[in-house]
């Protein structure tokens, strides 16, 4: 006799499991468990099969029918419906393997131990609200040029060209990743190259050396902590970037030796920089750890317990004494490079200085002197030069 809802819902479990027939190859399982499940028994070539259709109450007694009768049809046209479900459950799996997400996910991982933490994050970030919305989800071989232009075009609609040309670099690079396991034959990023209108970037304003007297004036009669003020200084003095400036720490400096040693992880390239310490910023670092020398930061910020001053803190002080649009903190690295480089500095000496790397990655490979010795040299007579204009702003007070 067929089964009606009432037998299926009063059906007890036992010791054992067993069975509740609804006729035709359909039963019901019930387990000890409690748990109920349809199955389907059917014969392929004089051979048993069992087909198994899912879990009641999930599947109603009307749907695993409708299941059945189904699965009826294939074994007539001699098809084996549980061969079909996993056929249909192994490409469901593959199709899931090969979609552009999938890949672009296992690409960034494969790209983590070469990427800083922040970084590898900013990208994913990305993919995830501008990317993977469009075309995540879509099997990465059949995306084409007109799917990257789409993605590329809603970044930069909304005025973040740079970031649309950075994500198109990443999008190609994942393609070329896909072609390597050929998932897919061709690289629809790489034709928008040039597609995406660059800005031309502008150098950020340096401070002309003839100013350095009156520049030394006004931040000496400003109203600003002396930390602060000693903050500029040595940014000026030592000309590393703003952020490598104020989150120093006093274990970096080793005052024997007269360096300053910027670990690797605060730097923007995955390098330690170490800053050879001529006599005007040893001077001035001596007065700041009289001030800040019972801390872990140089610079401490005055709200963040565990923090040092924030990126806009040097910019702000050479607002109000005049220089918004004429110098920045980061001016002053080109200031530095513009007078060694006039003045004869090996050229090598004072990239290595300012922390940059090598383009030529073949000049690169061979050229890894530090040029320390030249360096130090080099440091000194800049102070020199800096403490000379730095006297005669003194002398004008």
């Given at each position: 006799?067929?089964?009606?809802?009432?037998?299926?819902?009063?059906?007890?479990?036992?010791?054992?499991a067993?069975?509740?027939?609804?006729g035709?190859?359909?039963?019901?399982?019930?387990?000890?468990?409690?748990?109920?499940?349809?199955?389907?028994?059917?014969?392929?070539?004089?051979?048993?099969?069992?087909?198994?259709?899912?879990?009641?109450?999930?599947?109603s007694?009307?749907?695993?029918?409708?299941?059945?009768?189904?699965?009826?049809?294939?074994?007539?046209?001699?098809?084996?419906?549980?061969?079909?479900?996993?056929?249909?459950?192994?490409?469901?799996?593959?199709?899931?393997?090969?979609?552009?997400?999938?890949?672009?996910?296992?690409?960034?991982?494969?790209?983590?131990?070469?990427?800083?933490?922040?970084?590898?994050?900013?990208?994913?970030?990305?993919?995830?609200t501008?990317?993977?919305p469009?075309?995540?989800?879509?099997?990465?071989?059949?995306?084409?040029?007109?799917?990257?232009?789409?993605?590329?075009?809603?970044?930069?609609?909304?005025?973040?060209?740079?970031?649309?040309?950075?994500?198109?670099q990443?999008?190609?690079?994942?393609?070329?990743?896909?072609?390597?396991?050929?998932?897919a034959?061709?690289?629809p990023?790489?034709?928008?190259?040039?597609?995406?209108?660059?800005?031309?970037?502008?150098?950020?304003?340096a401070?002309?050396?003839?100013?350095?007297?009156?520049?030394?004036?006004?931040?000496?009669?400003?109203?600003?902590?002396?930390?602060?003020?000693?903050?500029?200084?040595?940014?000026?003095?030592?000309?590393?970037?703003?952020?490598?400036?104020?989150?120093?720490?006093?274990?970096?400096?080793?005052?024997?030796?007269?360096?300053?040693?910027?670990?690797?992880?605060?730097?923007?390239?995955?390098?330690?920089?170490?800053?050879?310490?001529?006599?005007?910023?040893?001077?001035?670092?001596?007065?700041?750890?009289?001030?800040?020398?019972?801390g872990?930061?140089?610079?401490?910020?005055?709200?963040?317990?565990?923090?040092?001053?924030?990126?806009?803190?040097?910019?702000?002080?050479?607002?109000?004494?005049?220089?918004?649009?004429?110098?920045?903190?980061?001016?002053?690295?080109?200031?530095?490079?513009?007078?060694?480089?006039?003045?004869?500095?090996?050229?090598?000496?004072?990239?290595?200085?300012?922390?940059?790397?090598?383009?030529?990655?073949?000049?690169?490979?061979?050229?890894?002197?530090?040029?320390?010795?030249?360096?130090?040299?080099?440091?000194?007579?800049?102070?020199?030069?800096?403490?000379?204009?730095?006297?005669?702003?003194?002398a004008?007070?």
């Amino acid at each position: 006799m067929p089964l009606s809802d009432r037998q299926i819902k009063n059906a007890k479990p036992a010791e054992k499991a067993y069975k509740v027939s609804d006729g035709h190859g359909l039963y019901l399982l019930v387990k000890p468990n409690g748990g109920k499940y349809w199955r389907f028994k059917y014969y392929i070539d004089n051979k048993e099969k069992l087909l198994s259709i899912g879990t009641y109450p999930t599947i109603s007694l009307a749907e695993a029918r409708e299941a059945a009768e189904n699965a009826r049809r294939m074994v007539a046209n001699g098809q084996s419906p549980s061969e079909a479900k996993q056929q249909a459950k192994r490409e469901k799996e593959a199709a899931l393997l090969n979609t552009f997400a999938y890949t672009a996910r296992e690409w960034h991982a494969k790209q983590l131990p070469r990427w800083k933490p922040k970084h590898a994050a900013r990208v994913l970030h990305y993919f995830e609200t501008d990317v993977f919305p469009l075309i995540g989800e879509e099997p990465i071989s059949g995306l084409r040029v007109k799917n990257i232009q789409a993605v590329l075009d809603k970044v930069a609609n909304r005025g973040a060209i740079e970031t649309a040309e950075k994500i198109r670099q990443w999008i190609s690079s994942i393609f070329n990743y896909a072609a390597m396991l050929e998932r897919a034959d061709g690289n629809p990023a790489a034709p928008l190259v040039g597609y995406l209108q660059i800005p031309q970037t502008t150098n950020m304003p340096a401070l002309p050396r003839e100013e350095l007297p009156e520049f030394y004036r006004r931040l000496l009669l400003a109203d600003v902590t002396q930390q602060n003020r000693l903050c500029l200084l040595l940014t000026v003095l030592c000309f590393a970037r703003n952020t490598e400036i104020r989150g120093g720490e006093w274990a970096e400096i080793d005052w024997q030796a007269q360096t300053w040693t910027i670990p690797a992880q605060r730097m923007k390239r995955p390098r330690a920089h170490l800053i050879p310490l001529a006599d005007w910023p040893l001077e001035l670092l001596h007065e700041l750890h009289g001030l800040t020398g019972q801390g872990r930061f140089m610079f401490p910020s005055r709200t963040a317990t565990a923090g040092y001053i924030s990126e806009n803190t040097m910019g702000g002080i050479l607002n109000r004494i005049g220089y918004k649009g004429i110098a920045t903190p980061h001016g002053f690295r080109s200031l530095a490079s513009s007078v060694l480089n006039e003045q004869g500095f090996n050229a090598d000496a004072i990239e290595r200085q300012l922390a940059h790397v090598e383009d030529n990655k073949i000049r690169a490979a061979y050229n890894r002197a530090e040029y320390l010795a030249e360096r130090a040299q080099m440091m000194q007579w800049y102070s020199d030069f800096l403490r000379q204009r730095y006297d005669a702003a003194k002398a004008m007070l």
